[in-house]
């Protein structure tokens, strides 16, 4: 692995920390790709992004993906010529082996005082591997101290259904169809004449490992890992189809396309076209994630169809089988911004890394500026009024124009995040020295959040929260590893390969076996395992060596 060394770099950036400090900030531009798209970035011409220039000098000249991360980031790296901050996600590999990312061992040490303090004695979890222990990225998707008062379940049903059938107990995937097909039977088409939908997937792209095959090990009790299922006991990885709960899982979805209650559509619909039906109050049931079904949810928000919003279980495939949404996983590291080697300056960079990880700050980006978005009463922070009905009106214009999240929907699918949660922060449930939370996702706020339906749902159910529906953290063990899919890749491994291959496969049959007669499912089903093992047999021992490197990180 090559890193890039600082050297005299450093006194130029250190001259402009001075005139920082002693005067005005000196204005600056920092470029920066991330993989993860905003359709909501104003350029920092939110009022959060220009309270940010005003304080610090910075400006972040920010590009998002159109199309494939992976891509763009393929096309960055084959360039040679890379933006100040980069954020590519799980595709770092190619740019730390072209000596493109810094190592911020060093900046984090001598000016990065509050990134430090967040981090408190997990800094070891930054490291890249054993044979190369260099620190390439900033956490911006992990956060420190994460308390998860409102899991994001992904088997979803509408309220209305829920309502409609006396709010039942939905615990197994028998559960879940009885709902759903009683919903559909009942309502064939929707208000304006559309045909309803029962339950829709999603396929498109790199898309289908979320809605289609992902729910595999969430409704047989793995957690997640990625493509892999690694055994608690002995660390060995095998990809997850193998396990024969998971067949199961796959069979049911097969059942719930011979009987009709399958979206035709499910593998050839595009993103747009599913978050459209999900938009317009056609789909009873989903089997999602909150953040692929954000957009679609604040649509009906805005538009008051309040009985579309989703109720969320932790659905398995039989009595017994607990859930692992809320295993924890330990601080992870791993996926983070990174500083570039041609950053003109990288210490100013890390600085305001640095600067927005600073108590107040972290308040800043996730409450906006106190007296205009928020205030205290009685010694609570707490949204204004205006603040409140502008973004329950209209999230992502909101968003826009403010840069913060709509941070009080949090629980139905909007998120908490803002323009801003580009580094380190403290999770959900860490309090500031006021004794307030730093992030708007807690208790009290998920409970205002909540529309009366939603309420009244948690009172049938005879819980506070959807997360009361689904096995505590405590019931399982924390996993030594983190999460697999964080685990960097070298790019000289033979996994790098894996994604290709495997999803060549996964994406052809799997649709196949759903597809398929019910008296041919086994044998389809066989055949792609018999087709995977084909092309991932030798991958396996890589990801367990992987798994284990990272354990034997973690502990030195």
């Not at 920082?20 to 993989?35: Q, R, S, Y």
């Not at 009290?444 to 997360?467: C, D, G, H, V």
């Not at 009361?468 to 070298?490: N, Q, R, T």
């Not at 790019?491 to 495997?502: A, F």
Request: glycine share 8%; net charge neutral; with cysteine.
């Amino acid at each position: 692995m090559k890193t890039h060394t600082l050297g005299a770099i450093w006194a130029a950036g250190i001259l402009m920390l001075g005139q920082a400090v002693f005067g005005a900030p000196v204005p600056v531009t920092f470029t920066g790709f991330f993989a993860d798209p905003n359709p909501n970035w104003a350029g920092m011409q939110d009022e959060i992004g220009q309270y940010i220039t005003e304080k610090t000098g910075v400006t972040l000249k920010a590009e998002f993906p159109v199309g494939s991360a992976d891509q763009k980031i393929a096309l960055i790296a084959a360039s040679g010529q890379y933006p100040d901050f980069i954020a590519p996600k799980g595709q770092s590999a190619s740019l730390i082996d072209s000596g493109a990312l810094l190592d911020l061992s060093k900046l984090i040490d001598q000016y990065a005082p509050n990134i430090k303090a967040v981090l408190g004695d997990q800094l070891k979890r930054l490291r890249y591997s054993s044979k190369d222990p260099s620190i390439y990225f900033i956490p911006n998707l992990d956060t420190m101290g994460q308390i998860y008062f409102d899991t994001d379940a992904w088997f979803k049903l509408q309220l209305g259904a829920l309502k409609e059938q006396g709010y039942p107990r939905v615990e197994t995937v028998q559960d879940y169809e009885k709902v759903v097909a009683t919903y559909v039977k009942k309502h064939p088409t929707t208000a304006d004449g559309k045909p309803t939908i029962g339950l829709s997937l999603l396929a498109d792209d790199w898309r289908i490992v979320i809605s289609t095959t992902n729910p595999a090990f969430w409704a047989t009790g793995a957690p997640d890992d990625g493509e892999f299922f690694i055994d608690p006991k002995t660390f060995k990885a095998k990809e997850h189809y193998f396990r024969p709960e998971e067949k199961e899982y796959f069979r049911w979805l097969n059942h719930m396309n011979d009987v009709g209650l399958l979206d035709k559509e499910s593998f050839v619909q595009k993103y747009d076209q599913y978050k459209a039906k999900v938009a317009q109050g056609r789909v009873v049931g989903l089997i999602d994630a909150n953040w692929e079904i954000s957009d679609a949810i604040k649509s009906l928000l805005a538009a008051g169809q309040f009985d579309k919003i989703y109720g969320r279980f932790g659905v398995v495939t039989k009595k017994g089988i607990k859930p692992a949404y809320n295993q924890l996983t330990g601080f992870n590291g791993g996926w983070g911004i990174a500083i570039t080697k041609d950053c003109k300056d990288p210490v100013r960079a890390i600085q305001f890394l640095d600067w927005l990880a600073a108590p107040e700050n972290q308040v800043l980006i996730n409450w906006g500026i106190e007296g205009k978005h928020w205030t205290m009463v009685n010694g609570k922070r707490t949204f204004t009024a205006a603040t409140l009905a502008a973004m329950k009106a209209d999230p992502n214009g909101f968003q826009k124009k403010t840069g913060l999240g709509a941070a009080g929907l949090a629980n139905s699918s909007t998120g908490s995040g803002g323009n801003y949660n580009i580094s380190l922060r403290y999770g959900d449930g860490v309090k500031d020295k006021t004794g307030n939370f730093y992030t708007t996702t807690f208790p009290e706020q998920i409970l205002e959040s909540y529309t009366p339906l939603e309420r009244e749902a948690m009172k049938a159910y005879k819980t506070t929260f959807w997360n009361d529906l689904l096995p505590k953290a405590s019931e399982f063990p924390v996993k030594a590893w983190g999460a697999g899919w964080s685990i960097p890749v070298p790019e000289d491994s033979i996994l790098k390969q894996h994604w290709d291959k495997e999803q060549a496969v996964v994406r052809k049959r799997i649709p196949e076996a759903i597809l398929a007669k019910p008296a041919d499912f086994d044998r389809l089903y066989d055949a792609f395992l018999a087709e995977l093992t084909q092309t991932t047999t030798a991958m396996l021992d890589e990801e367990t060596k992987l798994v284990q490197d990272r354990i034997a990180l973690w502990t030195k």
